[in-house]
């Protein structure tokens, strides 16, 4: 065999190498962007927590005075809740991401600092305050030192 030959072989060799690996590469990537699009095993799973998201807090009947005000706000304009920062410390003790995971417990009912955010937001947003404006007075009423 002469030195060209086998030089043609070794490249042969090389670029079917490349494309075994190649094939490989695309075929885990099929399968893995085929698992990712896999429908949840418990299709029940999925309603329920959309379900949750629909009706997040608890109903205002169960509640009196500025608490069953404060539960209606909730119910009644979730986006406006979720969209403040309750300043009572339950971000840190409840791992509250916003006012309106005070209302998904019973947190809300025991808390004046809640109740009074989501009465005070609710009366600013009749009023049609925007919601950048709301987040300051709930801070300059509420934050005491957060
Ligand atoms: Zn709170």
Redesign the pocket.
Known sequence: MSRKAKGRRATLMVSLAALLAMTAWAATSWLQARQTDVVPANPSDAQKQSGAETYPTLDPGLFKGEVREAYAVARKNPALLAALH?Y?G?DRAEG?RN?LD?YRDQ??SR?E??TGEAIEAERLFEQGAPVEQIRDVLRAKFARGH
């Open positions: 309750c009572c339950c509250h006012l005070c947190h809300g808390c600092i809640c």
